[in-house]
């Protein structure tokens, strides 16, 4: 290991590592997959050793594609809070809009990844890890967008917009409209969608009883207090 690596191993510094090797392998997952072989790819293109990447990654591959939904949103959040006044100004609608916008923007150029990474995961669509994941990134989005919520709102706003996100990253994975425009559009529409069905449903009550239970589970999974992984 390098003295780079004894020295960094904690802190900021590991994140920063941890961060440097994911982006690395990204491009060598688009052509060989979520496979040891793009890691080992990567971390020498980041100039990583492999006692380095043992210690960086325990869990291999699989923590490396853990890593990057965790990345997205940490960057998500930061680029929405470089946005100033500019993001805060906004209505709550504009600023989730912004905030899913954002995230995928930032996954624009891992494209390939972010699709291998699916179909990997396609085998257990509600495994705990993926609800997990989701969660952690609705809730980042509405966080970002100022939302303090503690009552039933709490879930049944994360609820909602995980079917919002999750079918426009679906839509986004095929687009090749210039500027996002397709998924931009299909954004609108589902998020004006969402506020119909609200208005429909007093209080999104019945909404907010669907989505209350996996995301009361998901939320003890983010915090730690889950039983099992998925």
């Given amino acids: 290991m390098t003295d780079r690596g004894?020295?960094?191993?904690?802190?900021?510094?590991?994140?920063?590592?941890?961060?440097?090797?994911?982006?690395?392998t990204l491009p060598?997952?688009?052509?060989?997959?979520?496979?040891?072989?793009?890691?080992?790819?990567?971390?020498?293109?980041a100039g990583f050793g492999a006692d380095e990447v043992a210690v960086l990654l325990p869990g291999g591959v699989a923590e490396l594609a853990d890593l990057l939904?965790?990345?997205?949103?940490?960057?998500?959040?930061?680029?929405?809070?470089a946005e100033g006044e500019a993001f805060t100004g906004l209505r709550v609608r504009e600023k989730i809009a912004q905030a899913v916008l954002t995230?995928?923007?930032?996954?624009?150029?891992?494209?390939?990844?972010?699709?291998?990474?699916?179909?990997r995961r396609a085998a257990r669509p509600l495994s705990r890890r993926g609800l997990r994941q989701l969660y952690g990134t609705v809730d980042a989005m509405w966080r970002a967008a100022g939302d303090r919520s503690t009552d039933l709102n709490f879930y049944s706003k994360r609820g909602l917009l995980a079917g919002v996100y999750a079918s426009t990253l679906l839509v986004w994975l095929d687009d090749r409209s210039d500027g996002q425009e397709t998924t931009q559009a299909f954004l609108e529409r589902r998020i004006g969608e969402v506020l119909a069905i609200g208005r429909q449903i007093s209080g999104l009550k019945r909404l907010g009883d669907l989505a209350e239970?996996?995301?009361?589970?998901?939320?003890?999974?983010?915090?730690?207090?889950?039983?099992?992984?998925?």
């Fill in 103 to 119: 995230r995928l923007d930032l996954l624009l150029p891992y494209r390939d990844a972010v699709r291998r990474d699916l179909a």
């Fill in 69 to 81: 939904h965790d990345w997205a949103d940490r960057a998500m959040v930061e680029r929405l809070a």
């Fill in 213 to 230: 239970a996996p995301f009361r589970l998901a939320a003890r999974l983010r915090e730690g207090r889950g039983t099992a992984a998925g």
């Fill in 28 to 45: 060598h997952v688009a052509f060989d997959g979520w496979t040891r072989q793009a890691l080992r790819l990567g971390a020498e293109e």
């Fill in 6 to 24: 004894l020295t960094d191993m904690s802190g900021t510094g590991r994140a920063a590592e941890r961060d440097a090797l994911l982006l690395a």
